[in-house]
């Protein structure tokens, strides 16, 4: 058997993938998947059953997770403060990941893979691939909580401070926030970890970067100009993606005014609110509100004579002829919208959202708005804000492009993990 040479490297590997029960995974992580496979890689999938079909069409070979671990449903929304929601989503991972253990390796041992790529979200397939001996990667659709010199302790929203103020106020918070998260995160994970055969760690941020290579869609300047995670952490850009469609709809062709996006999350959250009142805010303005409820349509919107509201609709289309983007700070819609130059006007509700529209606000390619005081009347004055901020979007999409994309992200699979993989093959089949 003939050694690979590292030119022919994209022609040979076998790819297991594996998301989180969730389109705003599934989609970037599809972006990526696709890139490999143009790149003459064979792409397994395993991902959640309403992503199924997507991916057997983009001709990946694709299963469905096990349904429990979908089953498992992030109720973080419910709670009332930052520590509750930290606890129940910690919770939901660490049940979905008792579940990923068994099927992940179950995926490996019948995919017999040359390479991994596994979602950031998923604690018990990443201890798998952590114990095991298979070249692998990690990525991650959002910005990872990692840890970085002159950036605020992540999950507060907490703008950089320079200086002496900034250092003060940062080592003051930081042991508190990384305590929560310390405290939240090393019994369940060191437990996860001892399941699958994975050594243990001793830090919230070790948990998180025990990754060869972790791929982060997002890139600078949206991120903070002094973030440094490390080599083994890499911005690649938005890496976005969205189903196809055969024609654009003919509510959309419609409309003859421009357009304000309105988005929400993919995963239940109790952000219909934003809609309801998108609608009210923008009524008497000349523009029409084009709103996606993808966790499902409520039963009481009243639509306002300029507004369409709808469970799902690709946002490319939309984006083309919109002059705003109001988003819930899911990285997906609000990337999607600034790397094609459309402000945005941020309305955070949880999750990793408030650092997302701090993001945002320092960039100054938008507006945010704490969903705690959104009314119609702040919202009305934030959004015609962000319509003035168009030339910093334009920035950021600037910034995002120079990432390099899943181009890059593909380059750096191939080079150090894939790499790797058949030093790996080559080595056990006694050819070197």
Not at 79 to 95: E, Q, Y
Not at 161 to 182: F, K, N, S, T, Y
Request: hydrophobic share 45%; glycine share 8%.
């Amino acid at each position: 058997m003939l050694i690979p040479h590292p030119e022919d490297v994209e022609t040979m590997a076998r790819i297991l993938a594996y998301t989180s029960p969730a389109l705003g995974h599934l989609f970037p992580f599809s972006a990526m998947l696709t890139e490999l496979a143009a790149r003459g890689h064979e792409i397994h999938l395993r991902t959640l059953s309403t992503g199924v079909d997507m991916g057997r069409q983009l001709g990946f070979t694709t299963d469905i997770i096990d349904p429990r671990i979908e089953a498992t449903v992030n109720d973080d929304w419910k709670a009332s403060n930052l520590r509750g929601a930290l606890k129940r989503a910690v919770d939901v991972f660490r049940r979905r990941a008792a579940y990923e253990v068994a099927d992940f390796a179950d995926a490996v041992a019948r995919t017999r893979p040359d390479a991994l790529l596994v979602d950031i979200n998923c604690w018990g397939a990443l201890s798998i691939a952590d114990a095991g001996e298979t070249p692998w990667a990690c990525f991650s659709p959002y910005t990872p909580p990692l840890q970085s010199r002159g950036v605020p302790p992540f999950g507060l929203g907490l703008a950089p401070l320079p200086g002496m103020l900034g250092r003060v106020r940062d080592a003051a918070l930081r042991p508190i926030v990384m305590g929560m998260m310390e405290r939240a995160v090393l019994p369940a994970g060191n437990k996860i970890r001892a399941s699958a055969g994975a050594p243990p760690v001793t830090s919230a941020d070790d948990f998180m970067r025990r990754a060869p290579l972790m791929l982060v869609a997002s890139g600078k300047p949206f991120e903070y100009p002094q973030t440094d995670w490390g080599d083994a952490v890499q911005m690649i850009g938005p890496c976005m993606f969205e189903p196809a469609l055969d024609a654009v709809p003919q509510w959309l062709e419609a409309i003859d005014r421009p357009i304000v996006l309105v988005t929400t999350s993919s995963q239940q959250q109790a952000d219909e609110k934003l809609v309801k009142t998108a609608m009210t805010a923008l009524a008497d303005l000349p523009v029409h509100v084009v709103a996606t409820l993808p966790a499902g349509l409520p039963s009481d919107i009243t639509l306002t004579p300029n507004a369409t509201v709808v469970q799902f609709v690709p946002h490319g289309p939309v984006l083309d002829r919109a002059v705003c983007a109001i988003t819930h700070g899911g990285m997906g819609g609000t990337q999607k919208a600034l790397a094609r130059g459309v402000p945005v006007c941020v309305v955070p509700f949880g999750r990793d959202q408030f650092e997302v529209a701090r993001r945002v606000d320092v960039a100054r390619c938008g507006t945010r708005l704490p969903a705690k005081k959104l009314t119609a009347k702040r919202l009305s004055t934030k959004v015609q804000q962000a319509m003035t901020m168009t030339a910093g979007a334009r920035v950021v999409a600037a910034g995002f492009a120079a990432t390099g994309g899943v181009a890059r992200g593909a380059d750096l699979f191939e080079q150090r993990v894939l790499g790797s993989a058949l030093s790996f093959s080559s080595s056990a089949s006694g050819n070197i």
